[in-house]
């Protein structure tokens, strides 16, 4: 009897254990506050589309800024938007273009 409670409860744990691992966590995005400063107009390799600081400066080209893979179509960006543009944003480095100077956004909303 004392044998059959115990396999019982190995069983029972071991059940619970293994449904308890193979719940998925969920992903919730870390937004980050940042500022669209403008188009960069230069043409060369490493130039080229919308900037974006992680500083409070929103004057272009004046701080530490990154360039965004993504198009400004996608940015909901036209030619009469005006900036700066305050966001909230989770991004990624875009290792395809020049390592260090282009990220991806995955999710932006305006501030």
């Given at each position: 009897?004392?044998?059959?409670?115990?396999?019982?409860?190995?069983?029972?744990?071991?059940?619970?254990?293994?449904?308890?691992?193979?719940?998925?966590?969920?992903?919730?995005?870390?937004?980050?506050?940042?500022?669209?400063?403008?188009?960069?107009y230069?043409?060369?390799?490493?130039?080229?589309?919308?900037?974006?600081?992680?500083?409070?400066?929103?004057?272009?080209?004046?701080?530490?800024?990154?360039?965004?893979?993504?198009?400004i179509?996608?940015?909901?960006?036209?030619?009469?938007?005006?900036?700066?543009?305050?966001?909230?944003?989770?991004?990624?480095?875009?290792?395809?273009?020049?390592?260090?100077?282009f990220?991806?956004?995955?999710?932006?909303?305006?501030?």
């Open positions: 009897m004392n044998k059959k409670i115990v396999g019982i409860l190995a069983i029972s744990l071991l059940c619970l254990g293994m449904t308890q691992s193979c719940k998925k966590k969920r992903y919730s995005p870390k937004f980050t506050d940042a500022i669209i400063t403008g188009i960069d230069r043409k060369c390799m490493c130039c080229g589309g919308p900037m974006i600081t992680f500083t409070d400066d929103p004057a272009p080209y004046s701080s530490d800024f990154k360039l965004l893979s993504n198009s179509e996608e940015l909901g960006i036209s030619n009469s938007t005006q900036f700066p543009i305050y966001v909230s944003v989770v991004w990624e480095e875009d290792t395809s273009r020049c390592k260090g100077y990220i991806k956004l995955k999710a932006h909303k305006i501030r």
